[in-house]
């Protein structure tokens, strides 16, 4: 049997990215904006017609935003019971699969062990009750429980990481004076011993990161908490309550890039909307553009990332 359409245009979509990359690297000024979306667009057309395939027939990188209004038990505490049925409802559009623990043993096999990759800044870290869900659905899907790591700052010296087969991102959202924001592309930045070499030029090639052996094929899944992100602040370490705001969300993806694309998005659009003017973040978050055209780790472009919004419609700002 021949190889099949999309897959002949998936490859040649990857080589005309590779042959045009540099075109690309001149990054954003606030997000991923309409005026890169605009460059890019071109970039495609011209590539489509010398290469001769459509690029309106490839296909989309799936992300899922799920939003519940009735989340937080306290000012501190968020209910289990709905962070679990929020990550359940993720994995399970995500992959098309009406059980959770059929959708991560999409990603997960009995035999894997699995690092979880949390973030643990004492001022905004990955809530438990998060980290909890997911460590509950990798052991339902045949993990045994000394097989499974989750850890922050230590995690490349711990067993557990040092010897897994398979990786779990999950980290909040937040503003970030070297990166601009940090998401999931950033959360990978400890399994380096000198993680600062990665701030020159606005952390712009912090995917390198991802090519650490102790991350390189590993990466299964990749969560990045929206349930109370932070959206502005100033200076190295910052952190103000009065620029995080309750969004109640969480968002799924395969690719770290499209999920840290559509969070950028909704910080931007929160940073619109409070300031009542486009103001751009203290740091350009020009990385994760460069993941994209320069490291080829995965998708910035939103008109190439199929958002799939589930839940609460109430504020959500994309």
């Known amino acids: 049997m021949g190889t099949k359409p999309n897959v002949i245009s998936r490859r040649l979509i990857r080589l005309w990215r590779r042959s045009n990359h540099n075109s690309e690297v001149n990054m954003f000024d606030n997000i991923i904006t309409r005026r890169d979306f605009m460059r890019q667009t071109a970039y495609t057309a011209l590539g489509a017609a010398v290469i001769g395939i459509s690029f309106q027939n490839a296909p989309k990188t799936r992300v899922v935003l799920v939003r519940r209004e009735n989340i937080w038990l306290s000012q501190s505490q968020l209910n289990q019971t709905v962070v679990q049925e929020m990550l359940d409802e993720a994995v399970m559009a995500l992959f098309n699969i009406d059980d959770p623990v059929k959708a991560f043993k999409m990603i997960i096999k009995p035999d894997d062990i699995v690092g979880i990759k949390t973030n643990q800044w004492n001022m905004l870290p990955t809530p438990k009750e998060l980290e ?28 557990v990481f040092k010897n897994s087969t398979a990786l779990i991102n999950v980290r909040p959202m937040r503003s970030h004076y070297w990166a601009g924001v940090g998401g999931c592309i950033k959360n990978y930045i400890n399994f380096d011993p000198t993680p600062s070499k990665y701030h020159p030029d606005s952390c712009a090639d912090l995917a390198l ?46 690719d770290p ?35 994209d055209k320069k490291h080829y780790l995965g998708t910035s472009d939103p008109a190439q990332i199929e958002l799939i919004k589930l839940g609460w419609k109430e504020g959500i700002l994309i």
Not at 271 to 277: A, N, P, Q
Request: hydrophobic fraction near 40%.
């Open 132 to 159: 909890r869900a997911i460590e509950q659905r990798v052991i339902d899907a045949g993990i045994k429980k000394e097989n499974i790591g989750i850890a922050d700052w230590t995690a490349r010296t711990l067993p």
């Open 209 to 254: 990161v991802w090519k650490l052996p102790i991350v390189a094929g590993k990466n299964r899944l990749n969560i990045l908490s929206v349930l109370s992100p932070l959206y502005h602040g100033r200076g190295p370490n910052h952190f103000d309550q009065r620029y995080i705001w309750n969004y109640n969300g969480i968002i799924v993806g395969k």
């Open 257 to 291: 890039v499209a999920v840290d694309s559509v969070g950028l998005r909704i910080i931007q659009a929160k940073r619109l909307d409070v300031f009542k003017e486009t103001r751009d973040l203290e740091t350009p978050p020009t990385h994760i553009v460069s993941a």
